[in-house]
C-alpha cells in the first residue's frame, strides 16, 4: 500500500476599487487591500491495480 500527504498553501492580495472601496464600511473599519490566506493537508493511498478500473 502506497501512502502520501498532499500539501499545498496560498496567499493572494487583492484591492477593493470603486464603491465597494468607497463604502461607509471600508472607510471606519476595514481597508481597501484584502488579503486571503489558506492553507491544507491531505491523507491518500492506493491500495492496488484492482482499486482503480480507469487507470491504464
Request: glycine fraction near 16%.
Amino acid at each position: 500500500m502506497k501512502r502520501c500527504y498532499p500539501a499545498g498553501a496560498m496567499v493572494y492580495g487583492q484591492r477593493l476599487a470603486g464603491d465597494g472601496g468607497d463604502s461607509p464600511i471600508m472607510t471606519r473599519r476595514g481597508t481597501r487591500n484584502q488579503i486571503t490566506y489558506g492553507a491544507g493537508v491531505a491523507y491518500a493511498m492506493d491500495i492496488g491495480e484492482r482499486s482503480n478500473p480507469y487507470r491504464q
